[in-house]
């Protein structure tokens, strides 16, 4: 069984960093190690681009800072999934689940592949994401209201997931405090890990 590594917290927490570094770890130990990613808000932004209606409702819903539907996210991943997971690879998870109703998809996915899953939670606080936010420079993260209205709806939404994952017999719930170096955070989560 190939490792699940699933990565959550603020936009801004350092989510893509760290998965970076990790991968860099893990190659470091077994350099014939092959990964397999799923990234939903980088599916998110590219499908944005794209003429069709839904993508023009996902692009307006994006500038206002709200989260585009469940339904959405989970098409995304599970195509992804369905089309090119092959069982032999390390999974690195980015911006899944974002509301707590995709935790039991994602859980009957972990059932049917046989998963357990690492979370890795990079906890951070509002005024952290913020200023992550802004200095990041994407264009759907300029606008004062867009960033609160990120913030909120971790809250709201994402929250409640991270809540629901840490009950699951699938998941084995890392939480690391994310307002530290680059290199603290990932000297973390390699030790919580056991990578080190």
Sequence with gaps: MHPV????????AGKGT??????????????????????TGDKFREFATSTTYTAHLTRELMEHGKLP????????????????????????VDGTPRVAEEVPLLLSAAQLY????????????????????KDRGRTDDQHEHAIM????????SVE??????????????HGIHGEQTIEHVHNDV????GIL
């Design 5 to 12: 590594y699933l990565f959550i917290g603020q936009s801004g």
């Design 18 to 39: 760290q998965i970076a570094l990790l991968q860099e770890a893990l190659l470091k130990k077994d350099p014939t190690t092959k990964f397999f990613a799923i990234e």
């Design 69 to 92: 539907p469940a339904f959405l996210g989970v098409h995304m991943w599970a195509h992804e999934l369905m089309e090119s997971y092959d069982g032999s690879t390390t999974i690195f």
């Design 114 to 133: 046989n998963w357990v899953i690492d979370v890795i939670y990079l906890q951070t606080s509002d005024e952290w994401a913020y200023a992550r936010i």
């Design 149 to 156: 209205s990120r913030i909120e709806w971790f809250h709201t």
């Design 160 to 173: 409640p997931a991270i809540e629901l994952l840490k009950t699951s017999s699938l998941v084995r719930f």
């Design 190 to 193: 390699c030790q919580e890990l």
